[in-house]
């Protein structure tokens, strides 16, 4: 069983790597394969259907779907724009769906694995309304599977130690039962 973690942020200092960071560190204490992906390595030009039309999905999307199909169990840190997910995110997730070989809906990948969401902002909702949407994009947009432990980190700023561990230790219990509940899912939804 394998789990993949990314933020929806390409931002040096990103508080939502470092929370996913920390999520990744979790999964590999608790001796499951983790990996965190970037998706700054994964640029593509904002969805246009003109575009899409003259050249089909940009390889990266393609890159970045058969990335998500190499592991059971998704974990995602979003930041919080203006109320909702960032533009990096929605339009990686948007070019992903639009990948489909004949036959295909384009949703499979999301289908077929489990996702968990988090986030974490300077302000005190700590992202959650970032994290509403994002539900609603995978479960409602794409029929994804994604457990309802979530954390949502406010005042990131002053959140984390230097170790990457977070300083209150409520919010380090509870993002350790995010992880593990998503193993656990993930492992249901492997076995079938
Ligand atoms: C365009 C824009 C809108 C933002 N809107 C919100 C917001 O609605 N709520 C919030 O908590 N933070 C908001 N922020 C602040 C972000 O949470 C902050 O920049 C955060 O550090 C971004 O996540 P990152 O650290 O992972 O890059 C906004 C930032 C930008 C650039």
């Not at 973690?5 to 999964?27: D, Q, T, V, W, Y």
């Not at 998706?39 to 990266?60: S, V």
């Amino acid at each position: 069983m394998r789990l993949l973690f990314f933020a929806g942020s390409a931002r040096e200092g990103s508080f939502n790597r470092k929370l996913a960071s920390l999520a990744r560190h979790i999964a590999e204490a608790n001796g499951i394969e983790a990996v965190l992906a970037e998706l700054k390595d994964y640029p593509m030009p904002i969805y246009n259907g003109d575009l899409e039309a003259k050249e089909g999905p940009p390889e990266r999307a393609r890159a970045f779907k058969a990335l998500l199909g190499e592991y059971d169990g998704v974990f995602i840190a979003s930041p919080e724009y203006n109320s909702s997910v960032t533009p990096l995110l929605k339009n990686t997730l948007d070019w992903v769906t639009r990948v489909k070989e004949k036959g295909e809906t384009g949703l499979e990948v999301f289908r077929s694995r489990v996702f968990a969401i988090s986030g974490a902002s300077p302000g005190s909702y700590g992202a959650m309304r970032s994290l509403l949407h994002l539900r609603q994009i995978l479960e409602l947009g794409m029929g994804a599977t994604v457990i309802p432990q979530q954390i949502a980190l406010p005042r990131a700023m002053d959140a984390f130690e230097a170790d990457g561990s977070l300083k209150d230790k409520a919010q380090q219990t509870l993002c350790k039962s995010v992880v593990e509940a998503l193993a656990v899912a993930a492992r249901k939804f492997v076995s079938g």
